[in-house]
Every structure is written in C-alpha cells, then in structure tokens.
C-alpha cells in the first residue's frame, strides 16, 4: 500500500476525456509544491466519485441520467450535487442575456460535436431552446427537480469539469487530506495553507506562457476557442441564441475565483458578455487574450503578462 509521503510525483490519470494530475501535501512534500500522491484508497475514491458524475452529467454516453433527459420528456430528480451547478447556470444565463445556456447540447451536436464524433455539420445554426419554455427547476423534499415540456440535450461543458475538480477536493478533504492540488486539464484548484505559480497557456503555441498567475487556496480555469476546435470557425463556444460558434475577437480567457465551479463558468461567460458585468455578480480576477494578441487583465490579478 503506497502511503501519502513515499514518493514525489503526484497522481496522474486520464478520466472524462482529459488528462487529471492530483497531488497531496506529505512531509517529504517541498513546500512550494503539492507534489506527494495519493493512497491506493483515496484514488479509488476519486475515481469512482469522477465515474458517477460523468454517469450522471455526460451526454457522450447512452447511459447517463443527460442522455435519458433527452430521449423522454417528464419530472427528472437530479443528482444532490446539482443544485450548485445549475444555479451558476442560471446566474450566467442571465448576465449574457441568454447567450450562455446548458441547453446547447443540440447545438454542439448539429456542429458535429456529438457522441460519435463526427466533427462535420450536419445542418446550419441550432439555437438552443428557451429556458423559460423547455425547462423548470424546482426544490422540492426530495432535492432538485428538473421539469420539461420536450426532451432536451443538456451540455454542463462551461462549468461541469470545474465543479468536478471542487467535488473530487471536496472529497479528499472528507476523508483528511486536506492540502490538494487538484488539476484537470488546465482546472486547477489548490488547498490549504500553499502557493504555487501557474503558467498561462499560449493557446497559439502551447509551448509558450503569455504570462504567470499566483495562485493561493484558489482556483484557476481557462478557456480556448483552440482547445476543443474541428474546422474553420467550428469550436465548443457557442452561442445559445444564434447557434453559432463565438467570433466576438476573443481567443482566450483565465479566471481566478475560490472555487473551480466559479472560474470554469465565469472562463467560459466571458467569450460572452463583458467581465465588468461579471464582476457586479461575482468575485474574482480575470485576463483574456484578444485575436490580435492583446492582452488584458483585472486590477486586482496577482501574476504577470509577457506582453
């Protein structure tokens, strides 16, 4: 059994599509990083914790409480993490005046991003249904209940592997491990008492930094129109009132906000609407990164740019 201390690299896996790195303070642990893994027995627990998300919330898989969402109309109870998620959802859809929304996950498969991976349109522009008129959450002795009139493919892309990354935290700290670095794909939230500086992906090439954060019992999320891209003005940002993939000049954004949930959101809000309208909403520091190599950032970031 591999105790918390032995050695100095931290736990590595892929799950949910991404590559996840998870590491622990130990006593051998320097202590500018979180580099000690995790026991044979905290992993298993996180990736069974990983697997009933990706059960529930995933719409690249038949068996998942999403894809049943979208086969039969009807009163759905949601999982008891639910609530936080798509309470964020509804912030951010109201702040980009409807433009963000979870409901494009017909959207994403009209543009080829589906289950198969076709990565070819199958058709023009899909805007995502109304809120108002697909779907109703209510709160009910029994939890959240997500109510709709016609079936509906939810897509949680914009906020669900944040969250992920708090919940497996969430997780480690129940069971005693409390300084975590926890990163999934460029997700990153640290814990405890620890900081560490992070590289800001050149999303042009990602062997550069176009700067360095600080990061401090905080998370830090990004988002790329590069990151999950298959054609000329084809990528994972759309637009829920058009259909249609971003083109706003924007190629790159970098939140910092306590939890990873926040930032993945806010990463994803801010292709579209303005930071400042966020930030009336929200806590937390931003850069972004403009077509034209621009760089820009809130006052209050603690890190540096490469202009």
Known sequence: MRSRAEAAAPTSFDAIGAPWRIGVGGAQTPVASLGAPLADDDLAAVLERIERFDREWSRFRDDSLVSRIAR?????????DAEPLLDLYEQLHALTDARLSPLVGASLERLGYDAAY?????????????WVDSIALRRTADGLQLDTVAPVLLDVGAAGKGYLVDLVGDLLAARGVTETLVDASGDVRIRGGRSIRIALENPADPTKAVGVAELHDAALCASALTRRSWGAGLHHIVDAVTGRPVADGIIATWVVADSALVADGLATAMFLTDPARLSAAFSFEWVRLSI??????????RGELFA
Do not use: I, K
């Open 72 to 80: 039969d109309a009807g009163s759905w109870r949601l999982p008891a």
């Open 118 to 130: 076709r990565l070819t349109p199958s058709g023009g522009p899909l805007p995502a249904p109304s």
């Open 292 to 301: 034209d190599g621009r760089l820009e950032a809130s006052a209050g970031f």
